[in-house]
């Protein structure tokens, strides 16, 4: 099979032997006698809105059970990981680089691991519509670490069917090797997941590329392959190059297609998913259990660097007990070393983004020499996987003119981390790219904002503008109408009274229909109608609300009325109190 | 001589003529440079600046009656903005016009409101609902943070609280940079 | 606590520059084989006047000494100044110019990575218009002894002497012998005929400094320090230019080979038109300024007052650098072409 080239891309040291020694253990262990195990599930895991808690304090939860519904469907739902009691709902610190809260549902593990009723989801029997749902629900997200909600990238692009259904397992970063062992170990069962996403997206094929550095990995998955008797699927090796597990990449690598930043992969004929997510569309389809769990990898500075099936929620001290982080541990990242963030804490919980917890130590990740100027020898432009320029993203980021650096594509960058690698000045490229984008995005929801401020200011002046005029027209049709009302009176008096009478009493009723532009009403009846209107009206002002009050709100208002009072004294002292 | 004079006169007349012509058939309709300050302005309505309007502000700024250094809310950004738009020089917030201050949203406490409706005709963004003897709030995603509403309550029921920053609306900060930062430029 | 990646490569702007060093081994060891020692004298005048100049510099601006004295890029500006100045100049002349390219052309921008102009150019360029006489000073090619080139330098020889001792560059050679009284009937081939300073290709000992540069250079490219695209592109429209010229008249214009390695071209080719700072970025923009150089160069060179035409050529180039980088942005991945879809 013919294979494609991305230009840039680097070869670190890739440290993956020292994981996929052991086979996958459980974190944590399931019965663990008189110990507490609390988990710390956080309701915003994925891309989109937060989902609402379904449950507080004080409620059992089984194991799989939704505790946070999606919040439209650009969300996911959350489940409870086990079985157990809600301790609380509450702001714990996340897995993110600021080390801030987010709401998040404890839960106190009974240790009983009671499953809900699960039924397995027969898509065939069901709408795409329907599946798409099942699946939010089910809080299938990407498990490659950009945790995009699954659901939205099923569906087929133009046409109704995809030409290529691309799954990842290149994982190309060094240290992480959760996609190699799941490939190793439950090879059958992702195949399982990639039928599904095939099925559902009418793909012509199925391309499952994985780096030339996992030949067991490459081995298990052709074997699952060969045994399903699947035609349409193939395993292919790509050549190992960071970062040939970038989507975009990787789509090249297999297809040769190029997908720009900003434009659906569907469209293109191409969608690319995580082994992972593929393991867990198979979960949550075939066996309906909701995604729960998933492999992170524990590598780094640890006496043992290990894979792990960790129930989400799981604080990571609890995780890395069983690796035994060792004494010099300086931090701890989530992620691998090119694209990691650094974690606040250690009692922040695993999250369906984790994909690898990346113990570090001065030794292993050494401070960076200091930052020189940039001398524009052009290696990250060399290096970079999106072709962009880094060091001229560099000079507009770090001066500030964000606008220029949109113009040279800066929302192209993948932050691979490759220009920052290669920089022979130690410049932290990335972490200006990282400040530019927030400010850039800070810019553009401040003007949406003042955008709507001024519209709804305007709409204000307008409808101000308007009230005035209606009122000055109803004040001269008042005029007119007395005037009218008084002529009248002089000509026939006896029967005016009951007209107008009547007249009032039919306005009462019909008080909340719109009232007609009085000045523009040719006869005077109308505007003798309309005048009667207007004084029914200001007789009604008085607000039924005010009639049943008790006595604490009488109390209130004549406190009240009484600060109004004083406020007034000495606003305008020489004014009697009630002007 | 009087052939370069001759060139020279052509040449300005001809010039002449189409500037002339290009200044009626593109003509701009309105006050571009009121859009564009206005655009500057962050549409807080607060009227610190001493006109009932962001872009009252922006008019009185075009017409060149104002100063660029009266919005608070727009702070030093704002003015630096405004002098590059303007080709005016950069000076400080005026004190006199108020404080920069971090945006904060109006609260109500629901708690001590009458539903007397006064915030509600304060209020230049419509974005405090309630009905006369009824409880108010505040939409929090329209409130500009402008205060009008704060001294007209008769209760004293509204508070000022700060934006607080979180997962979502959390920066990246500018990069430290190593090298000792330049003293003598 | 640092942000991801974690990982670097093991490089540094002082690797990159001491190879560069490295790399112009190979000529200076030509230069001194055919014209003695006094350039090795030239190069440690103008080391450290360049490292003085840069300590003084970086205290007045309070920047750190140790990390940027010890980079090596102040290094590289002064090996290329002495190299592409007369070795038999005057101590002086290197000092000072060497002074003009740290503090004027470097530090005054702004310092390392900020200029525009290539400083060692910058130097030359000015040196030649203001002291034309001192840059004419080329030593002959009978090697006369490093005593004698010592007092010369350092002015303690007899000036009288000193016409007998220096010789002009073979692409000076030429243009006196074209541009003479009689230049009516000399031509290309009688003016490098009986001229002592020819050698096979073209200058007597100046072909081999240039092919001790070209080894250097292209080292260089292998390393991956610079890029192919450079040089190639400056070498190449030199020849193609040079070839053109001198089939089509070979009586007034000088042959392809002639002009890659009688003068500095081999020297510019790998280390002063490849000067990431004041170069082009972009690869294609890389070859326009190369090729614009290349054709300025010999432009200057065919026709113009000064005998070698780089270092003005390099400057008239460097002012359309960000011009040129603007309008040769590479196709960024995913996108149709170049500077398309900005907003798309």
Known sequence: MQLFDFNGGVTPEYHKEASTQSPIAVSPAPSRNGLKNFLVIPLHQSIGGTPRPLVSAGDRVLKGQRIGAADGDMSSAVHASTSGQVVAVEMRRMPHPSGLSALCVVIEADGRDEWIARQPFDYHQHTAAETRDYLRDAGVVGLGGAVFPTHLKISPGKGGKLDTLIINGAECEPFITCDDLLMRERAEAIIQGVVILRDLLAAGRALIGIEDNKPQALAAMTAAVQAGGHQDMAVVAVPTRYPAGGAKQLIRVLTGIEVPHGKRSTDYGVQCFNVGTAYAIHEAINLGQPLISRIVTVAGNVAAPRNYAALIGTPLHTLLANSQPLPDTDRLIMGGPMMGITLPGDEVPVVKATNCILVGSPRLFPPPPPEMPCIRCGECAKACPADLQPFELYWFSRAKIFGKAQEYHLFDCIECGCCAYVCPSHIPLVDYYRFAKSEIWANESEKAAADQAREQYEFRQLREAREAQEKAARLAARTAAGRAAATNALAMAPVTAPAATSAAASAVTSAATPVTEPAQTPSPQAALIAAALERARAQQVQPANTTNLTPEQQAEIAAIEARRAQIRTQAHPHLPPDD | MLAALLVMALGAVVLGAALGFAAVKFRVEGDPLTEKIDAILPQTQCGQCGYPGCKPYAAAMAKGEADINQCPPGGDEGIRKLADLLGREYKPLSAEHGVEKPKALAVIDEQRCIGCTLCIQACPVDAIVGAAKQMHTVIAAQCTGCELCVPVCPVDCIDMVPVAENITTWKWKYPVVAIKPVTTQ | ?344
């Open chain 3, 1 to 344: 606590m640092n942000n991801s990646p974690y990982l670097r490569q093991a490089t540094s702007v002082q690797s990159v520059m001491l190879r560069v060093l490295f790399a112009l081994l190979p000529g200076i060891a030509a230069y001194v084989w055919f014209f003695g020692a006094a350039i090795v004298l030239q190069i440690v005048l103008a080391s450290l006047t360049a490292l003085a100049a840069e300590a003084l510099v970086l205290h007045l601006r309070g920047k750190p000494l140790a990390i940027f004295l010890t980079d090596g890029s102040a290094l590289v500006t002064a090996w290329l100044i002495a190299l592409s100045f007369p070795p038999l100049a005057p101590w002086w002349l290197v000092v000072l110019a060497t002074m003009i390219a740290i503090i004027v052309a470097k530090h005054l921008y702004g310092g390392l990575g900020q200029n525009p102009f290539n400083p060692a150019m910058v130097a030359f360029a000015l040196m030649i218009v203001a002291y034309p006489q001192f840059m004419s000073r080329w030593p002959g090619t009978d090697a006369i002894d490093f005593a004698t080139q010592w007092q010369i330098i350092f002015g303690l020889h007899a000036n009288q002497a000193l016409d007998a001792l220096t010789m002009a560059t073979p692409l000076d050679a030429l243009r006196t012998a074209l541009h003479s009284t009689n230049a009516t009937t000399v031509t290309v081939a009688s003016a490098l005929a009986h001229n002592p300073a020819i050698g096979l290709m073209a200058g007597r000992g100046w072909e081999w400094i240039a092919a001790g540069h070209l080894i250097g250079g292209l080292w260089l490219v292998q390393q991956r320090i610079i890029t192919w695209h450079l040089p190639t592109a400056f070498l190449a429209t030199l020849f193609l230019l040079a070839g053109l010229a001198s089939t089509i008249n070979p009586s007034e214009f000088a042959g392809p080979l002639f002009h890659l390695f009688g003068g500095g071209a081999m020297l510019a080719a790998f280390f002063i038109v490849t000067d990431p700072v004041s170069a082009a970025t972009t690869p294609y923009g890389k070859l326009i300024f190369a090729a614009g150089v290349a054709l300025l160069t010999w432009i200057i060179r065919s026709f113009g007052a000064y005998p070698d035409g780089i270092a003005f050529a390099v400057l008239l180039m460097n002012i359309a650098v960000p011009l040129i980088d603007m309008a040769t942005q590479p196709r960024v991945f995913g996108h149709k072409k170049n500077g398309s879809n900005h907003h798309g």
